[in-house]
Nanobody, 123 residues
Framework: VQLQASGGGLVQPGGSLRLSCTASGFNLDYYRVAWFRQAPGKEREGVSC????????YYADSVKGRFTISRDKAKNSVYLQMNSLKPEETAVYYC?????????????????WGKGTQVTVSS
């Protein structure tokens, strides 16, 4: 079982990045997938999540209108398109999964975490 986050990097304020979260060794169809971020000295926060089976998505207020989460069942992957990035969004971004019996989104009690990918927003 492996969960791999990728796509981070250095971007200027106002720029965009697309993060990918790819699962191997299991099928994401019965999971919710969430993106979290943790900046130095700050608590980890939930950014967005998606219920794979029905596509229901949720966004933290701070990213609504700028971030878009999507899924590709064929590639067993979830993506986070991040636009209009701000310097305060510099953080390590993680994806995590939770096996769910009922479709829906949330950030609690995730079952498995992937290694993070660094996003740096700076001029």
């Amino acid at each position: 079982v492996q969960l791999q986050a990728s796509g981070g990097g250095l971007v200027q304020p106002g720029g965009s990045l697309r993060l990918s979260c790819t699962a191997s060794g299991f099928n994401l169809d019965y999971y919710r997938v969430a993106w979290f971020r943790q900046a130095p000295g700050k608590e980890r926060e939930g950014v967005s999540c998606i219920s794979i089976s029905d596509g229901e998505a949720y966004y933290a207020d701070s990213v609504k209108g700028r971030f878009t989460i999507s899924r590709d069942k064929a590639k067993n992957s979830v993506y986070l398109q991040m636009n209009s990035l701000k310097p305060e969004e510099t953080a390590v971004y993680y994806c995590a999964i939770k096996l769910i019996a009922v479709p829906g989104c949330g950030f609690d009690n995730m079952d498995y975490w992937g290694k993070g990918t660094q996003v740096t927003v700076s001029s």
